[in-house]
Nanobody, 119 residues
Framework: QVQLVESGGGLVQAGGSLGLSCVAS????????MGWYRQAPGKQRELVAT???????NYEESVKGRFTISRDNAKNTVYLQMRSLKPEDTAVYYC?????????????WGQGTQVTVSS
């Protein structure tokens, strides 16, 4: 079984910074894309940022220049560094990974971590 476990959420004031991390564990041969998504109350889950195994990144428009996604392939870990946080960034943040094991690809999700930005 493959599990993704996020950490690093919390409460921060507007303009502050917060870092999230997500570790994948279990039977993993390789991990393709990894990413972060978020879901605010009453809204659909949305993409925040993604990163390929080769390090190519993609960001949702509203977080460009403020958030940075990175990964450590040796540690099966993806990070999200968030700066200049705004109240509208408040959401549950989920990590996501496309995991390969025994020639099968699995899309795995973490349990989510709450990020709250106060004004």
């Amino acid at each position: 079984q493959v599990q993704l476990v996020e950490s690093g959420g919390g409460l921060v004031q507007a303009g502050g910074s917060l870092g999230l991390s997500c570790v994948a564990s279990g039977t993993i041969f390789s991990i393709k894309g990894m990413g972060w998504y978020r879901q605010a109350p009453g809204k659909q889950r949305e993409l925040v940022a993604t990163i390929t195994s080769g390090g190519i990144t993609n960001y949702e428009e509203s977080v460009k220049g403020r958030f940075t996604i990175s990964r450590d392939n040796a540690k099966n870990t993806v990070y999200l560094q968030m700066r200049s946080l705004k109240p509208e960034d408040t959401a549950v943040y989920y990590c996501n990974a496309v995991v390969v094991a025994y020639n099968v690809e699995y899309i795995k999700w973490g349990q989510g971590t709450q990020v709250t930005v106060s004004s």
